[in-house]
Protein backbone atom coordinates (compact mmCIF):
# COMPACT_ATOMS: atom_id res chain seq x y z
CA UNK A 1 0.00 0.00 0.00
CA UNK A 2 1.65 3.70 -1.06
CA UNK A 3 0.24 6.73 0.69
CA UNK A 4 0.82 10.43 -0.54
CA UNK A 5 -0.21 12.76 1.44
CA UNK A 6 0.14 16.25 0.93
CA UNK A 7 0.56 19.57 3.39
CA UNK A 8 0.80 23.14 2.92
CA UNK A 9 -2.51 24.58 0.94
CA UNK A 10 -4.47 26.85 2.40
CA UNK A 11 -5.67 30.78 1.53
CA UNK A 12 -3.06 33.87 0.81
CA UNK A 13 -2.93 37.11 -0.97
CA UNK A 14 -1.94 37.68 -4.38
CA UNK A 15 1.92 37.96 -4.40
CA UNK A 16 2.35 35.81 -1.48
CA UNK A 17 3.76 32.36 -1.46
CA UNK A 18 2.83 29.11 0.06
CA UNK A 19 5.39 25.49 0.13
CA UNK A 20 3.31 22.40 -0.39
CA UNK A 21 4.97 19.15 0.94
CA UNK A 22 4.18 15.27 -0.06
CA UNK A 23 5.21 12.95 1.35
CA UNK A 24 5.13 9.24 -0.01
CA UNK A 25 4.72 5.77 2.00
CA UNK A 26 4.71 2.52 1.64
CA UNK A 27 6.48 -0.32 0.44
CA UNK A 28 7.89 1.37 -2.04
CA UNK A 29 11.13 0.00 -3.90
CA UNK A 30 12.15 2.81 -6.00
CA UNK A 31 10.88 6.33 -6.72
CA UNK A 32 11.39 8.00 -10.25
CA UNK A 33 9.58 10.98 -11.09
CA UNK A 34 7.28 13.53 -8.48
CA UNK A 35 5.61 16.00 -9.42
CA UNK A 36 2.59 18.46 -8.63
CA UNK A 37 -0.40 18.66 -10.73
CA UNK A 38 -3.34 21.23 -10.64
CA UNK A 39 -6.83 21.23 -11.55
CA UNK A 40 -9.10 24.42 -11.18
CA UNK A 41 -12.93 24.49 -11.03
CA UNK A 42 -14.34 23.92 -14.44
CA UNK A 43 -10.82 23.11 -15.76
CA UNK A 44 -8.66 19.95 -17.00
CA UNK A 45 -6.02 18.98 -14.58
CA UNK A 46 -2.70 20.15 -15.67
CA UNK A 47 0.82 19.58 -14.60
CA UNK A 48 2.89 22.26 -12.91
CA UNK A 49 5.83 21.31 -12.06
CA UNK A 50 7.70 17.40 -12.17
CA UNK A 51 11.30 16.41 -10.86
CA UNK A 52 12.96 13.18 -11.65
CA UNK A 53 15.30 11.27 -9.38
CA UNK A 54 17.89 12.74 -10.61
CA UNK A 55 16.87 16.26 -10.15
CA UNK A 56 15.95 17.08 -13.43
CA UNK A 57 12.97 19.47 -13.27
CA UNK A 58 10.27 20.29 -15.98
CA UNK A 59 7.68 23.06 -15.10
CA UNK A 60 4.63 24.83 -16.71
CA UNK A 61 5.20 27.80 -18.70
CA UNK A 62 2.71 29.43 -16.36
CA UNK A 63 4.65 29.24 -13.19
CA UNK A 64 8.40 29.15 -14.60
CA UNK A 65 10.21 31.96 -12.51
CA UNK A 66 7.93 31.73 -9.48
CA UNK A 67 7.47 28.18 -8.57
CA UNK A 68 10.53 26.08 -7.73
CA UNK A 69 9.53 21.68 -7.04
CA UNK A 70 12.16 20.00 -5.19
CA UNK A 71 12.69 16.93 -3.38
CA UNK A 72 14.40 15.15 -0.19
CA UNK A 73 15.12 11.24 -1.74
CA UNK A 74 16.15 9.98 2.04
CA UNK A 75 12.59 11.25 2.92
CA UNK A 76 10.49 10.09 -0.28
CA UNK A 77 9.39 14.05 -0.06
CA UNK A 78 8.61 16.48 -3.41
CA UNK A 79 7.92 20.24 -2.23
CA UNK A 80 6.51 22.84 -4.47
CA UNK A 81 7.78 26.09 -3.39
CA UNK A 82 5.46 28.97 -4.91
CA UNK A 83 6.33 32.33 -4.90
CA UNK A 84 4.48 35.78 -6.21
CA UNK A 85 1.59 33.70 -6.26
CA UNK A 86 -1.87 34.95 -8.68
CA UNK A 87 -5.62 34.27 -8.51
CA UNK A 88 -5.03 32.29 -11.44
CA UNK A 89 -3.08 29.66 -9.33
CA UNK A 90 -6.34 28.78 -7.08
CA UNK A 91 -6.64 25.36 -7.60
CA UNK A 92 -6.63 22.05 -5.88
CA UNK A 93 -2.74 20.56 -6.41
CA UNK A 94 -2.11 16.63 -6.36
CA UNK A 95 0.82 15.11 -5.81
CA UNK A 96 1.99 12.09 -7.75
CA UNK A 97 4.47 9.87 -7.94
CA UNK A 98 6.05 7.30 -10.93
CA UNK A 99 7.66 4.62 -8.59
CA UNK A 100 8.10 0.94 -8.10
CA UNK A 101 6.58 -1.27 -5.76
CA UNK A 102 5.75 -4.92 -7.16
CA UNK A 103 5.78 -2.91 -10.77
CA UNK A 104 6.04 0.82 -11.94
CA UNK A 105 2.41 2.68 -11.72
CA UNK A 106 1.30 6.41 -11.13
CA UNK A 107 -0.15 6.77 -7.71
CA UNK A 108 -1.76 10.26 -6.89
CA UNK A 109 -2.65 12.32 -3.13
CA UNK A 110 -5.44 13.03 -2.50
CA UNK A 111 -5.58 16.93 -3.11
CA UNK A 112 -4.55 20.54 -1.01
CA UNK A 113 -6.62 23.52 -2.14
CA UNK A 114 -4.84 26.82 -2.83
CA UNK A 115 -6.22 29.64 -2.52
CA UNK A 116 -5.31 32.99 -4.03
CA UNK A 117 -7.51 35.91 -3.28
CA UNK A 118 -7.53 39.50 -1.37
Known amino acids: QVQLVESGGGLVQPGGSLRLSCAAS????????MGWHRQAPGKQRELVASITSGGNTNYADSVKGRFTISRDNAKNTVYLQMNNLKPEDTAIYYCNSLLRVDRVANYWGQGTQVTVSS
Open 26 to 33: GSIFSIYV
